[in-house]
């Protein structure tokens, strides 16, 4: 953290964060940190005793009710963090029988499991462990609150209320109050449930991690654009994950994985997340920029016209104020080929509604704080808004002087428009003879406008 924010001064750059809780995650207990070497066709205990050391016949578990929620037949696999199915150090195990609190399960495939941290799945069964544990709430109350962050990311969520709750929690500790909350899809119960889990969460992560493991892999693609257009559909940022694992140990990604994540582009994916390639992986930054070069491939050959109507035709009439302004911005820019939209916000929410059409031109929404007292001090709100949007696709945020109204009473803006200009010019997106659509709010109406610009 400390690094990150010497790099934000540095760079000149805004940053977010985000915290990715625990949930209800079934752990194999290895204190020694040996590798533990199982063999296909043997037989293997997996006990809730976490003070047994763990050997190829005997795996303890970090949860107490595994007896109760499985059944002869069923199949657990155990895998790294962040790298299952990686062959050589994942495993299947199918369930034998039960003995007391211990289950014990016959191994289908050899493999070592090396390394520190390996969780345990169980196909389709739901384990009774709440998803916000009280771990996870005590490093969200005191870390979490020391650094501010920007987003939670809730582990396994399996239904509306889980967000609800985890909404209610931050709600108490000051300003978490304003933190993001992103839903992670990782079984089947999360994705029965998708609808209304996208109703509550400000954005989805789609774990192919763990859904991998609770899915047939020949239904994980349909999963993945079915809720990433619900996501499109909503506004809400959808985020893909596990693209790129071969670059953990190899410098370039196999050409599937390069496909795989041109497709999450084309499908409209608003974010990548890289786990094991840049938690454990020996190329991170390497990996970085593979996969940036393939998004911004991927973004040239985007079909906007066709998401365009798309979206129009789902919204359907009468549309919203807002959502009529945002969409008129987005026609406007694109009829008159614009260099780039400028959208003044205090909420963010104008330029998340512009960027929700995905226009082909960036952007760029200029947060002007608003101040607050809470009658002993004054403080500005717009930090936690112009971070939160860079995770939305299209989307470049700067933090205006708070002395510059987002709405303007007679019509002239142009200290803090000229600032924009200048931010867009020095990043090469606005070039002399371009034109610009500018979306600000005047008094109560809305305006969109086109501004010619001169050298």
């Not at 970085?288 to 789902?314: L, M, P, R, W």
Request: glycine share 6%.
């Amino acid at each position: 953290m400390e690094n990150l924010k010497a790099a934000v001064k540095f760079t000149k750059k805004l940053c977010a964060i985000m915290l990715d809780t625990g949930g209800p995650e079934l752990q194999v207990v290895n204190k020694s940190e040996h590798p533990i070497t199982l063999e296909a066709d043997t037989k293997v205990i997996l006990t809730p005793d976490q003070d047994k050391q763990a050997t190829s016949n005997l795996l303890p578990i970090n949860f107490h009710g595994l007896y109760k929620a499985v059944k002869k037949g069923d199949t657990i696999f155990i895998g790294q963090y962040l790298f299952t199915g990686n062959e050589t150090t994942s495993v299947w195990l199918e369930v034998d029988e039960l003995k007391g609190e211990d289950v014990i399960c016959l191994i289908k495939n050899s493999a070592t499991l090396s390394g520190t941290l390996y969780t345990l799945h169980v196909s389709q069964i739901r384990i009774e462990m709440p998803t916000l544990t009280d771990k996870d709430m005590e490093v969200i109350s005191t870390w979490g609150v020391r650094n501010n962050i920007d987003f939670l990311s809730l582990s396994y969520t399996r239904q509306a209320e889980d967000v609800r709750q985890a909404r209610s929690f931050l709600s108490k500790l000051g300003e978490l109050n304003q933190t993001q909350i992103f839903a992670k899809i990782e079984n089947i119960e999360g994705l029965t449930h998708f609808d209304e889990i996208l109703q509550e969460a400000d954005g989805i992560i789609f774990s192919r991690g763990t859904l991998g493991v609770d899915l047939p892999p020949e239904k994980v693609f349909l999963f993945q654009k079915a809720s990433v257009y619900k996501c499109n559909m909503m506004g809400k940022p959808a985020v893909i994950t596990r693209v790129v694992d071969s670059m953990t140990d190899n410098l370039r990604p196999t050409r599937a994985e390069a496909t795989d994540v041109a497709n999450a582009v084309l499908d409209g994916s608003d974010a990548i997340l890289l786990g094991a390639e840049t938690l454990i992986g020996l190329y991170p930054v390497e990996t970085v920029s593979t996969v940036g070069k393939i998004c911004a491939e991927a973004e040239k050959v985007f079909n906007q016209d066709v998401y365009f109507k798309k979206t129009v035709k789902h919204v359907g009439e009468p549309m919203t104020h807002l959502e009529s302004i945002a969409s008129s911005a987005v026609r406007a820019a694109i009829k008159v080929k614009a260099s780039a939209i400028i959208c003044f916000t205090s909420s963010g929410q104008a330029a998340r509604l512009i960027a929700k059409y995905r226009p082909l031109m960036p952007v760029i929404s200029v947060v002007i704080p608003r101040l607050r007292t809470n009658q002993l001090r004054w403080t500005f709100s717009g930090a936690f808004e112009a971070r939160q949007s860079l995770i939305v696709r299209g989307l470049f945020s700067m933090l205006a002087d708070p002395r510059h109204p987002a709405e303007s009473k007679n019509g002239t803006n142009d200290s803090v428009l000229k600032v924009a200009l200048d931010h867009g010019k020095a990043s090469g997106v606005i070039k002399p003879h371009d034109r610009v659509v500018v979306c600000q709010k005047l008094g109560d109406a809305s305006v969109v406008k086109i501004i010619e610009l001169e050298d």
